[in-house]
C-alpha cells in the first residue's frame, strides 16, 4: 500500500500524520464510505491520546471525507465525481498561476523546476513511486507559489493535502503501465516549463489544458465510476 512521502510527514504533528494515513486509505479506498472511524480505536492503533485523533477526525471533516456525528465519524470518501471537481479547482488555480508567472524572472523557476522533473527521472530510476508522487506536486505546488498570489496560496493550501492523497493514488495507476508511461507523464511536466518559456499566454494556456485533459484520462482509470 502507498504511503505518504518521508518528506511530507517531516514535521508534521502527530494529529497530521494520523490524518494523512486516513485520508489516503479513504481516497484510495482501503476505508470504505459508510465505514465508522472511532476515535479511541485509532488512538489504541496510533499508540496515543485522543487528542491528536480529533485533530485528525477534524482535518478530514474539512477535507469533506468524514461526517462527524456523536457516534464517531462516518466515512463519505471520495467518489469521481469528486475527484474531478478537485482537479477542476486545480485547474482554475494552475492556469490562474502559469498565467501570472511570466510577468516576473523566470530564470529560477525553469531551473528549479527542471530539478524537479530530474528527482522524478531519478524515483523512476529506482522505482520509488511515493517519491515520484512528492516531486510531482511539489513542481505544481513551486509554480503556485511563485505567483506570491496569497489568496491563491491560501486555496491551494486548503487542497494540498487531499490533492497529495489523489496524486499518490493516481500514480500508482501509473506506473502499473510500465516505465514508458511514466516517462509520458514526465513529458507532460516538460511540457508545461516550455509552455512557460514561451512568456506566451496561449502557448502557456495550451499547456495547462492539455496537461489536466491527459490527467482526467488517468483519473478516471485510477477512479472508476461507483457503480
Same mark, same amino acid.
Given at each position: 500500500?502507498?504511503?505518504?512521502?518521508?518528506?511530507?510527514?517531516?514535521?508534521?504533528?502527530?494529529?497530521?500524520?494520523?490524518?494523512?494515513?486516513?485520508?489516503?486509505?479513504?481516497?484510495?479506498?482501503?476505508?470504505?464510505?459508510?465505514?465508522?472511524?472511532?476515535?479511541?480505536?485509532?488512538?489504541?492503533?496510533?499508540?496515543?491520546?485522543?487528542?491528536?485523533?480529533?485533530?485528525?477526525?477534524?482535518?478530514?471533516?474539512?477535507?469533506?471525507?468524514?461526517?462527524?456525528?456523536?457516534?464517531?465519524?462516518?466515512?463519505?470518501?471520495?467518489?469521481?465525481?469528486?475527484?474531478?471537481?478537485?482537479?477542476?479547482?486545480?485547474?482554475?488555480?494552475?492556469?490562474?498561476?502559469?498565467? &501570472?508567472?511570466? #510577468?516576473?524572472?523566470?530564470?529560477?523557476?525553469?531551473?528549479?523546476?527542471?530539478?524537479?522533473?530530474?528527482?522524478?527521472?531519478?524515483?523512476?530510476?529506482?522505482?520509488?513511486?511515493?517519491?515520484?508522487?512528492?516531486?510531482?506536486?511539489?513542481?505544481? #505546488?513551486?509554480?503556485?507559489?511563485?505567483?506570491?498570489?496569497? &489568496?491563491?496560496?491560501?486555496?491551494?493550501?486548503?487542497?494540498?493535502?487531499?490533492?497529495?492523497?489523489?496524486?499518490?493514488?493516481?500514480?500508482?495507476?501509473?506506473?502499473?503501465?510500465?516505465?514508458?508511461?511514466?516517462?509520458?507523464?514526465?513529458?507532460?511536466?516538460?511540457?508545461?516549463?516550455?509552455?512557460?518559456?514561451?512568456?506566451?499566454?496561449?502557448?502557456?494556456?495550451?499547456?495547462?489544458? #492539455?496537461? =489536466?485533459?491527459?490527467?482526467?484520462?488517468?483519473?478516471?482509470?485510477? =477512479?472508476?465510476?461507483? #457503480?
Amino acid at each position: 500500500m502507498m504511503q505518504f512521502p518521508p518528506l511530507w510527514m517531516k514535521g508534521a504533528s502527530l494529529g497530521e500524520r494520523i490524518a494523512n494515513v486516513l485520508r489516503l486509505r479513504i481516497v484510495s479506498g482501503e476505508i470504505k464510505p459508510g465505514s465508522i472511524l472511532s476515535e479511541n480505536k485509532i488512538a489504541k492503533d496510533f499508540g496515543t491520546s485522543r487528542s491528536p485523533v480529533r485533530d485528525a477526525m477534524k482535518a478530514l471533516s474539512a477535507d469533506g471525507l468524514i461526517n462527524l456525528e456523536r457516534m464517531g465519524a462516518v466515512v463519505l470518501g471520495l467518489d469521481l465525481k469528486d475527484i474531478q471537481e478537485l482537479y477542476d479547482v486545480r485547474y482554475l488555480i494552475e492556469s490562474f498561476a502559469q498565467q &501570472r508567472i511570466p #510577468e516576473q524572472n523566470l530564470e529560477n523557476l525553469v531551473l528549479t523546476l527542471n530539478q524537479i522533473v530530474d528527482q522524478m527521472e531519478l524515483a523512476l530510476k529506482y522505482q520509488n513511486q511515493s517519491e515520484f508522487a512528492y516531486q510531482d506536486l511539489t513542481f505544481h #505546488e513551486t509554480i503556485i507559489i511563485k505567483t506570491n498570489h496569497m &489568496r491563491i496560496l491560501n486555496l491551494w493550501n486548503g487542497l494540498r493535502h487531499l490533492v497529495m492523497a489523489v496524486i499518490l493514488v493516481t500514480t500508482e495507476e501509473v506506473f502499473s503501465h510500465g516505465d514508458d508511461h511514466v516517462e509520458w507523464v514526465i513529458e507532460k511536466h516538460r511540457k508545461i516549463i516550455r509552455g512557460l518559456q514561451t512568456k506566451q499566454q496561449a502557448a502557456i494556456e495550451k499547456s495547462v489544458q #492539455e496537461y =489536466f485533459s491527459d490527467s482526467k484520462q488517468t483519473l478516471n482509470k485510477a =477512479f472508476p465510476p461507483s #457503480e
